[in-house]
């Protein structure tokens, strides 16, 4: 029996969540938050960090490392491409969204969201611009250049490039934030279809109840 | 052709230097600094990071990502383990020893050896004393627990795992900065033990020459 660690509202424990959608992938979650002082959840996790995974005796963190556990463990709907080079692109994409993009973006969702709604403080407004114009641009005109005009990052199966990449800017998204669809039309698109997805939707439509949008 | 872009005193270059020295792959390599406003050099890491590396007409970056892909595409004398348990094991150590080892341990290498030596600035000793006796104790205490006696982290070969969990360290070494062998003398005895292997030491012995030291 497998068991996910970690708040949904992640971009990391979204990411996750949608992995464990696309294989089909029974499993328990509980929503752990990050960095507990918790002893028991640092034997799972040792930094304290969400997601974690618990499979049998086996335990794991680390979002990414998590995704290749699963798609080695049960191969059966890739997360990944199989081709060498497909896969080290795969991988490329998803180590952008988990850290560039998840430092600009999900750093707008803290300002913006956490910030008021969670720590009753003001968000950093001079941050919040310069993620928004300068950090995010060039990662959306060099994103710009790689998505593709319709389907996925490889092919019309979704995979983890594709919701590595998204992840953040739904967060991003609660805070207000959409990418420019006049500056950035294919990033724009390629984002919507990745929300519209059987593997996404669910997940989103879930965490709207949540939070009472 | 492989040719590996990227300044061989970096932590991750030196880690892919190591990758490729393990699997006694030839290639050449263009000694790039970082974030480098290159606009061909761009092209093939689009952050203008380093490492990076060309495989014919193949372009990846990011340390892990390309010692995957290596993995992948050159199967022979393996670099991470082939059970999914244990490999994903070795990815979180490689993702502990490339984010937080990385940040705390390279810190202090680029406070107390990049500032004054390249950028002719005083070192932030507060952040200094902060990485070193608040960041890495509780890193070192959970390494402590996770180094074997003897040998590697997945038996007698030298792996990613543990090249990634060193290579800071070593950086941190050139800013006189050694893991305390009082206080964690597995950790302490691992390092040197890498730092020994036929695959680092003639990097090291290199890197030194170039130092002057």
């Known amino acids: 029996m497998i068991t996910l660690y970690g708040a949904s509202l992640s971009p990391y424990v979204r990411k996750t969540l949608v992995a464990l959608a696309i294989k089909n992938l029974p499993f328990e979650q509980i929503q752990q938050m990050p960095f507990a002082k918790d002893a028991e959840y640092q034997k799972i996790s040792p930094l304290g960090k969400i997601p974690a995974l618990k499979d049998g005796d086996f335990t794991i963190s680390d979002s990414a490392v998590i995704c290749q556990y699963l798609d080695d463990s049960y191969p059966e709907l890739a997360l990944y491409p199989s081709d060498p080079q497909d896969k080290a692109r795969a991988r490329w994409y998803e180590e952008l969204g988990d850290s560039q993009i ?76 959409e990418v420019d669809s006049t500056l950035w039309p294919g990033v724009s698109a390629f984002i919507a279809r990745v929300k519209s997805h059987p593997a996404v939707a669910p997940l989103l439509a879930a965490e709207a109840k949540t939070l009472g949008l």
Not at 137 to 145: M, Q, V
Not at 152 to 168: K, P, R, T, Y
């Open 102 to 177: 998840g430092e600009y973006a999900s750093g707008i969702f803290f300002q913006r969201f956490m910030r008021p709604f969670a720590f009753k403080q003001d968000p950093d407004e001079e941050l919040v611009e310069k993620l928004i114009n300068k950090k995010l641009p060039p990662i959306l005109d060099y994103l710009e250049t790689e998505v593709p005009a319709q389907g996925f990052m490889f092919g019309e199966q979704l995979m983890i490039a594709d919701i590595a990449l998204c992840s953040s800017f739904f967060n991003a998204g609660y805070a207000g934030y």
